[in-house]
């Protein structure tokens, strides 16, 4: 019968102690993260013991120091390419940008590194580079030692962020909608999280979010009852941009209110049910 990795742990660091001098002479154990530390050249990888910790759980005791000899080696060749993707790339944290995705199923989040943006998106760690690029992986980071990444917000907004255009486009007679764009750009949407930047500075009610592609955000400031004539409309141009777009992201328009809530709104939505959107639009101002 097996044990859980937790209880194999003392006995199975115990054992990788004895053996990284034979089986990896540069290698050394860091006790306090529970990961072996790979030198390569100017550079170290590190790799976390617990896929070592579970195997070890499931197997008797005398199958431990053959387990321990493979993921060692397994460690270490993967140590040997994150350093080549360090030379590759050179300081990856210069590369590390933020790209908010609609919420991704369980399935497609597992081993990325991804964060929950409230309750319809996620927030994601992308690696910008032309050839290479792509999602943060946990397994990559955990080998280039990438834990605290706030400053990938800070790479988003400086390096990505920093000409994003705002202007006004007619939507309805007397009813404008404001566009926040880059074109090509894939990662206008994590300015999501920041659109009262683009909104009136007094805006009680809140406003109407779409976001059909990764370049592009569309806001509408609710001032008035007029938003009940605009928000079928505002929806069709979201869906419309959404499916011609090269990089699209989400198809639906959201009410955002009060701290930075989105709330997913029908493009029918009126002032008759129980909902928070139905209250506010059953009190709002004529226009």
């Known amino acids: 019968m097996g044990m859980e990795p937790l209880d194999a742990a003392a006995d199975a660091h115990a054992l990788l102690r004895d053996l990284l001098p034979v089986l990896a002479p540069t290698a050394w154990f860091d006790g306090g993260t529970s990961e072996v530390v790979v030198p390569i050249g100017r550079s170290e990888a590190r790799a976390s013991t617990w896929t070592l910790l579970e195997r070890c759980a499931r197997a008797p005791r005398p199958a431990w120091p053959r387990l321990v000899d493979e993921w060692v080696r397994e460690a270490r060749d993967r140590a040997f390419l994150a350093i080549g993707e ?20 369980p399935r497609d989040r597992e081993g990325l590194v991804v964060v929950p943006a409230g309750d319809h998106f996620d927030a994601m760690v992308m690696i910008e580079h032309p050839r290479y690029g ?8 955990g080998l280039l030692g990438l ?11 400086d390096r990505e962020l920093a000409d994003v255009v705002a202007r006004e486009q007619p939507l309805l007679f007397g009813e404008n909608v404001r566009v926040v764009t880059k074109p090509g750009s894939r990662y206008v949407s994590a300015l999501l999280g920041e659109i009262e930047l683009f909104l009136p500075q ?12 990764h370049s592009t955000l569309l806001l509408y400031p609710i001032r008035s009852a007029a938003v009940r004539r605009v928000l079928p409309v505002f929806a069709d141009v979201v869906r419309e941009m959404h499916e011609e777009a090269d990089d699209p992201c989400a198809p639906g328009v959201y009410w955002s209110h009060g701290e930075r809530r989105l709330t997913p709104l029908s493009p029918s939505a009126g002032p008759d049910g129980s909902d928070e959107f139905a209250s506010l ?5 004529k226009g």
């Open 134 to 141: 792509g999602p943060l992986t946990k397994a990559r980071a």
């Open 202 to 213: 007094h805006n009680p009610y809140g406003a109407l979010v779409g976001v059909p592609s």
């Open 86 to 105: 360090m030379e590759l790339f050179g300081d990856l944290r210069e590369l590390l940008r933020l790209r908010i995705v609609p919420k991704l199923d």
């Open 281 to 285: 639009l059953r009190r709002l101002p």
């Open 147 to 157: 834990r605290r990444l706030g400053y990938v917000v800070t790479n988003t907004h």
